[in-house]
């Protein structure tokens, strides 16, 4: 039988079309505008076609004419910087608002059975719903029925409190529903025990591990591999190590005396994560403890790529490269696999009836 396949848009280094791997799918194409990310997403799926494109300036017909009547699913996540909570919300006025238009004329060109798009909760609540509205009516009138919601990655055994809107959409009168929670959860210890106890500074390309596997999501993660990649410890400045040693496991800015607050806006700034819980969003800066409560449970540093990429639920076999700022956007802006894979499974549950 062959399997179902899938086109990603606004790829990233591929957290989706991991996902949708997992389910039983083969992703046949991907776009990435990012040169760098692309880079990263082809090395770690060389078997995929890569178009390493601005989706506005792509000729829809002549890049999608070979997967017409030949697709089972387009998904993606157009950016969502102008629907986020930080910096201006000019939402109506920010162009980058309007891509999801984009991913529309694909799919209406290719006709997919199903489409699937990935993105900040507040698309479905920003301008009134205005965006929500406008998908729907985009996307009811080419014959498709449309599901959407918010899902947490928690719920799905990702160690990370991580929301994300999630859109189903599928051709005919029938909804595809969202995926339920799964009653599997990971903490943070469980996710990250058996790499190597590295100091600020400290750390090299390609390591070993420091322990066998210490519960069954490290063992699943672990799978084929043996040989542990990103695992580099950000090289801290004086002034960041003096505050980081003031702040006991648990604990946070709350230990810190008032001449070592900074000024910084975001929400856990200097907190440890806490080893038996679960992790806040990862974003693109968890080289840095005033960015977020990205410093680790107890070493005065913030977390590494490949420690991020397990709280992620990426496996030990996907290799982030380029520079740190490049993986920093790769992991932080990408879909968990395994909610992507949750999503999936929702696809070939309904294709299988």
């Given at each position: ?62 890049t999608f004419a070979p997967y017409v009547g030949k697709t089972t699913a387009i998904v993606g996540g157009p950016p969502c910087q102008g629907f986020s909570q ?97 009653g599997k959860h990971t903490t943070i210890w469980e996710a990250i025990s058996d790499l190597d106890y590295l100091e600020s500074g400290e750390g090299e390309e ?148």
């Open positions: 039988m062959t399997k179902p396949t899938v086109i990603d848009l606004f790829a990233g280094v591929g957290g989706l079309s991991l996902g949708f791997e997992m389910a039983g799918f083969d992703v046949v194409l991907a776009n990435e505008y990012d040169p760098d990310i692309a880079a990263a997403y082809s090395a770690n799926k060389p078997n995929t076609k890569m178009i390493v494109a601005d989706i506005t300036q792509l000729p829809i017909e002549e930080k910096g201006q919300r000019k939402s109506i006025n920010d162009p980058r608002n309007f891509l999801f238009r984009h991913y529309y004329e694909v799919v209406k060109y290719v006709k997919p059975k199903y489409f699937v798009i990935e993105n900040v909760p507040n698309l479905l609540t920003t301008e009134r719903g205005l965006f929500k509205a406008e998908i729907i009516e985009l996307f009811s009138g080419i014959g498709y029925t449309v599901t959407s919601g918010v899902l947490c990655a928690a719920d799905f055994g990702v160690p990370q409190n991580r929301h994300r809107t999630c859109i189903i959409g599928r051709l005919g009168d029938k909804p595809v529903e969202l995926p339920k929670p799964n390609v390591s070993s591990y420091r322990l066998a596997p210490q519960s069954e999501y490290q063992s699943m993660l672990r799978e084929g591999s043996d040989t542990l990649y990103n695992h580099i410890a950000t090289a801290h400045s004086k002034i960041t190590l003096e505050r980081l040693a003031m702040i006991p496991p648990d604990h946070g800015k709350e230990m810190l005396p008032e001449e070592h607050l900074t000024k910084s806006i975001y929400s856990g700034t200097w907190c440890r994560m806490k080893k038996d819980g679960i992790a806040r969003t990862i974003t693109t800066r968890y080289d840095t403890p005033s960015s977020g409560e990205f410093t680790h449970p107890f070493l005065d540093r913030a977390i590494t790529t490949r420690e991020a990429a397990r709280i992620q639920s990426f496996p030990d076999t996907f290799h982030f490269f380029g520079s740190k700022s490049s993986q920093m956007k790769q992991v932080g802006n990408a879909v968990p696999p395994l909610l992507g894979k949750a999503i999936a499974q929702q696809i070939i549950d309904d294709l299988n009836e």
